[in-house]
């Protein structure tokens, strides 16, 4: 009776323990960009991704990856436009924390970019700071994605 109930109590226990990324927020999945807002300084930018390119983030128990690129017809790739990137990420209540391992603009790479999430039905909001100053880069971004089905 004992060991069974021992049993029953760590398999309990493992089954209600949070893995080192998951925060309880359900951020695992692909999700689509529709809209980013960048702040710099006094200026403003708002970025509509459902017209002429189209993002994905894709987010797994313990790694994240985004790929993004334009609709342009046609084979001219000297016009075409394509960005990447990917790594691990912690998540922590509402607080998503990203260290990009790879991306195609390489002065991303070994950057950690902590933002607040939160998920309503199935928008994510991502919110937070990304600087690097040898790049002079010092901006708020806020991302608007969809939970693809």
Same mark, same amino acid.
């Given at each position: 009776?004992?060991k069974?109930?021992i049993a +029953? $109590?760590?398999?309990?226990?493992? *089954? $209600?323990?949070k %893995?080192?990324? $998951? %925060?309880?927020l359900p951020?695992?999945?692909? !999700?689509q @960009?529709?809209?980013? #807002?960048?702040v710099? =300084?006094n200026?403003?930018t708002v970025?509509d991704?459902? #017209? &002429?390119? =189209?993002?994905?983030?894709?987010?797994?128990?313990?790694?994240f990856? *985004?790929?993004k690129?334009?609709?342009t =017809?046609?084979?001219?790739?000297a016009?075409?436009?394509?960005?990447? &990137?990917?790594g691990?990420y912690? +998540?922590?209540?509402?607080?998503?924390? /990203?260290?990009?391992?790879?991306c195609?603009?390489r002065? !991303?790479e &070994? #950057?950690s *970019?902590e933002?607040?999430?939160?998920i309503?039905?199935d928008t994510?909001?991502?919110?937070?700071?990304? =600087?690097?100053? /040898?790049? %002079?880069?010092?901006?708020?971004?806020? /991302?608007k994605y @969809?939970?693809?089905?």
């Amino acid at each position: 009776m004992t060991k069974s109930i021992i049993a +029953l $109590s760590l398999t309990a226990s493992l *089954f $209600s323990c949070k %893995g080192p990324a $998951s %925060g309880g927020l359900p951020i695992q999945g692909t !999700w689509q @960009l529709i809209s980013a #807002k960048v702040v710099t =300084k006094n200026d403003s930018t708002v970025t509509d991704y459902t #017209k &002429g390119q =189209k993002m994905i983030k894709i987010i797994n128990d313990s790694h994240f990856a *985004f790929l993004k690129h334009d609709l342009t =017809k046609g084979k001219d790739t000297a016009t075409a436009t394509y960005g990447s &990137g990917g790594g691990i990420y912690t +998540l922590r209540d509402n607080k998503y924390t /990203e260290l990009l391992e790879y991306c195609n603009a390489r002065a !991303w790479e &070994g #950057k950690s *970019f902590e933002f607040t999430v939160s998920i309503i039905n199935d928008t994510l909001l991502q919110t937070g700071i990304e =600087k690097l100053p /040898e790049q %002079g880069i010092d901006q708020v971004i806020t /991302e608007k994605y @969809l939970r693809v089905k």
